[in-house]
């Protein structure tokens, strides 16, 4: 699949990875690199066509249904081989293994690495995992976290499980715990928080969200709620766990710089001043953990909390800085 799409009809056979995806997202994932607006354009005009049949954007697939592609005069880039020049990645992947079955993979990703390729990133976690793993067809994110952010994330290895607990995540019924090392002395054992976000795009690109006052009724603003709970106080920090209710981009990150109490070595919402000075002192990453999910299991139904251990860079700063 690698090289152009170029004067040429393909018809591709769904499989059991595209089992139930919607023919936009079939053809935004087979044409990596052709901008959306191009491939909605290609649907519109009925050039692509499912069993020789004329579909809308919104159309499911089925199993062997046999989609033609038309000619995409665009270039597709190559496909490199992520296991054989990453392999080190590749095993630090498998050896932080939380929990697998033949329906989800848990993995305590480690702060550093991406989830997915994009935006400068050549590559991420779900694709050292499909790369390293060729024989398993189909892997997808459930859910995502901040490349510099570590601990629990979960992948799919079936459609149908995908579907299944990304309903759960709609209907509130996923647990979400962090833990978090601030900037500051934390007074309260619990804390309640209620903002509103607007996420913004900066001229390079980048995401970042800000706190806006909810009376101003913006109809972009996303309502967040998180629960913070004190665990301890040291030094001239705090280490909180934090519930999240909602899961608002950079939701966690905007709230606590917000309330004044920025997350230690936040690049985008943190103390700039203080993160230059620990980076000095070997600090490198974000102080911040995905300490538990928990969910109902696509098919035993049975409730399962995963757990990530605090990383050794977050036990390390306490120790350092407890006096």
């Known amino acids: 699949m690698a090289g152009y799409i170029k004067n040429k009809v393909i018809y591709e056979v769904v499989d059991e990875s595209s089992e139930g995806q919607k023919i936009d997202n079939f053809l935004i994932k087979f044409l990596k690199n052709v901008p959306k607006s191009h491939i909605y354009k290609i649907l519109r005009s009925g050039q692509v066509r499912v069993n020789k049949k004329r579909v809308k954007t919104d159309f499911k697939l089925t199993l062997n249904d046999s989609v033609r592609i038309p000619p995409v005069d665009f270039l597709r880039k190559k496909i490199v081989s992520l ?31 991406a989830v997915h390729g994009g935006s400068g990133v050549s590559f991420g976690i779900i694709e ?14 459930v859910h995502r976290i901040d490349k510099d952010t570590s601990g629990v994330l979960l992948i799919a290895k079936k459609r149908s499980a995908l579907v299944a607990i990304h309903q759960q995540m709609r209907e509130k019924k996923v647990h979400k715990k962090y833990q978090v090392i601030v900037k500051g002395v934390w007074r309260e054992k619990q804390k309640i928080v209620d903002l509103d976000l607007l996420k913004t795009t900066s001229e390079n690109g980048q995401n970042k969200v800000r706190v806006i006052d909810s009376s101003l009724m913006n109809p972009q603003a996303k309502a967040s709620r998180s629960v913070f709970f004190l665990k301890k106080n040291f030094g001239s920090y705090t280490l909180l766990d934090v519930k999240l209710i909602t899961g608002r981009t950079h939701q966690i990150r905007a709230q606590l710089s917000h309330l004044d109490f920025p997350i230690v070595g936040d690049d985008k919402y943190g103390d700039f001043i203080l993160n230059k000075s620990l980076k000095k002192g070997g600090l490198k990453n974000m102080l911040l953990h995905a300490l538990e999910l928990g969910i109902i299991h696509p098919v035993t139904l049975k409730n399962i909390l995963i757990k990530a251990p605090m990383p050794i860079h977050m036990s390390s700063f306490i120790s350092k800085n407890e006096y």
């Open 128 to 141: 050292l995992v499909r790369n390293g793993r060729p024989n398993h067809k189909f892997y997808e994110l």
């Open 83 to 113: 296991k054989k020049i990453n392999l080190d990645l590749f095993n630090i992947v498998e050896e932080n293994i939380l929990f697998e079955d033949d329906y989800l993979l848990a993995l305590n990703k480690p702060s550093g690495i």
